[in-house]
T-cell receptor, first 110, second 115 residues
Framework: DQQVKQNSPSLSVQEGRISILNCDYT??????FLWYKKYPAEGPTFLIS?????DKNEDGRFTVFLNKSAKHLSLHIVPSQPGDSAVYFC?????????FGTGTSLTVIP | GAGVSQSPSNKVTEKGKDVELRCDPI?????LYWYRQRLGQGLEFLIY????????KSGLPSDRFSAERTGESVSTLTIQRTQQEDSAVYLC?????????????FGDGTRLSIL
């Protein structure tokens, strides 16, 4: 049973524009939500997180929004850069357990 | 280095053989996780260690899979009598496991290919 879902397997965006990656979850007990970025042949690297008691967290070009009523979160990247091209995984945690989505492959076109 | 180290980075073996995958977590990290990523798929949870014990083994796909951790450090994932569907990248992650939110740090994975 997939508790964290990323329904868009891929996304293409022009350089300089905004990238919006979406994620849905089913378990209302999740207390933190995370985004990881993964390049080929490397492990995922942590990007940004948000606590379930907040609705927005910003770090430079990256902002994560959480809508608890809709059980939905999104990652905004603005402006998008070619180096942002990677697979992005959404994850949710309860305690020390982490559940990952299936990933969205982002391509930023120069 | 100071990151999570996994070995081997690549492993090719024949169907039916046993394989052992090793993970060296970040020093001092008490929580350790194994995940699997099959081609074109997401990260599939396998097992979680807190210290040397495994409170959650629910993700292990079958009894051919086992894992252990010793000294609150290195962990080994063993797959017996490998099958072609075991081909995947096996990722290990660790976190400090302490109070408050601690995100997992991942290694670069072991790419396992079963012929």
């Amino acid at each position: 049973d997939q508790q964290v879902k990323q329904n868009s397997p891929s996304l293409s965006v022009q350089e300089g524009r905004i990238s919006i990656l979406n994620c849905d979850y089913t378990n209302s007990m999740f207390d933190y939500f995370l985004w990881y970025k993964k390049y080929p042949a490397e492990g995922p690297t942590f990007l940004i997180s948000i606590s379930s008691i907040k609705d927005k967290n910003e770090d430079g070009r990256f902002t994560v929004f959480l809508n608890k009523s809709a059980k939905h979160l999104s990652l905004h990247i603005v402006p998008s850069q070619p180096g942002d091209s990677a697979v992005y995984f959404c994850a949710a945690s309860t305690g020390n357990q982490f559940y990952f989505g299936t990933g969205t492959s982002l391509t930023v076109i120069p | 280095g100071a990151g999570v180290s996994q070995s081997p980075s690549n492993k090719v073996t024949e169907k039916g053989k046993d394989v052992e995958l090793r993970c060296d977590p970040i020093s001092g990290h008490t929580a350790l996780y194994w995940y699997r990523q099959r081609l074109g798929q997401g990260l599939e949870f396998l097992i979680y260690f807190q210290g040397n014990s495994a409170p959650d083994k629910s993700g292990l796909p079958s009894d051919r899979f086992s894992a252990e951790r010793t000294g609150e450090s290195v962990s080994t994932l063993t797959i017996q009598r490998t099958q072609q569907e075991d081909s995947a990248v096996y990722l290990c992650a660790s976190s400090s496991g302490g109070q408050g939110f601690q995100f997992p740090h991942f290694g670069d994975g072991t790419r396992l290919s079963i012929l």
